[in-house]
T-cell receptor, first 109, second 109 residues
Framework: SQTIHQWPATLVQPVGSPLSLECTVE??????LYWYRQAAGRGLQLLFY??????ISSEVPQNLSASRPQDRQFILSSKKLLLSDSGFYLC????????FGSGTRLTVV | QKEVEQNSGPLSVPEGAIASLNCTYS??????FFWYRQYSGKSPELIMS????GDKEDGRFTAQLNKASQYVSLLIRDSQPSDSATYLC?????????FGTGTRLQVFP
């Protein structure tokens, strides 16, 4: 079965600072990978997904970007964080169903 | 119209009762449907998937799908306080999983 690693678990960043969140997957190869964001008390919003190395699809225009430099690595980045970027960021991998990592809770102050 | 709609709740049921969670979706193309459970502050975990019309049972959980009515539901029998969580309905759409905003379930002793 697949395991998804996300770090850090919590992050507090000032407005205008850069961001890099990393997700790595074990136990599978060539998975579809996803970044979701969940604002406080809200549902899961799909931000980006990737069906292969270097292939990124963006769902919501914003100041975030994603990259997939390796088969089992998915990175979410921002050059300058906004207050509205605060939320719970989840990486997911699709093999037999969608499995989520433990998430990163980002607070932009 | 949202792609996946759920009543936000809370749905309150006594311990031992059947909890019924409902979800509607907006298209006739989606072929796969999922129920996730999310405890407060945690990432979602897959409970069940369903692909065909009818019922699918797994332990205390039964998923029901009606594609003609664009309706999917989750029944939880013998509800326990540990079932108190937010339940997310999702539909598979090509390479993506689209979530509803979730229904909060409260099971009281």
């Amino acid at each position: 079965s697949q395991t998804i690693h996300q770090w850090p678990a919590t992050l507090v960043q000032p407005v205008g600072s850069p961001l890099s969140l990393e997700c790595t997957v074990e136990g599978t190869s060539n998975p579809n990978l996803y970044w979701y964001r969940q604002a406080a008390g809200r549902g899961l919003q799909l931000l980006f997904y990737s069906v292969g190395i270097g292939q990124i699809s963006s769902e919501v225009p914003q100041n975030l970007s994603a990259s997939r430099p390796q088969d089992r690595q998915f990175i979410l980045s921002s050059k300058k964080l906004l207050l509205s970027d605060s939320g719970f960021y989840l990486c997911a991998s699709a093999q037999y169903g969608y499995t989520f990592g433990s998430g990163t809770r980002l607070t932009v102050v | 119209q949202k792609e996946v709609e759920q009543n936000s709740g809370p749905l309150s049921v006594p311990e031992g009762a059947i909890a019924s969670l409902n979800c509607t979706y907006s298209d006739r193309v989606s072929q796969s449907f999922f129920w996730y459970r999310q405890y407060s502050g945690k990432s979602p975990e897959l409970i069940m998937s369903i692909y065909s019309n009818g019922d699918k049972e797994d332990g205390r959980f039964t998923a029901q799908l009606n594609k003609a009515s664009q309706y999917v539901s989750l029944l939880i029998r013998d509800s326990q306080p540990s079932d108190s969580a937010t339940y997310l309905c999702a539909k598979g759409n090509t390479d993506k999983l689209i979530f509803g905003t979730g229904t909060r379930l409260q099971v009281f002793p």
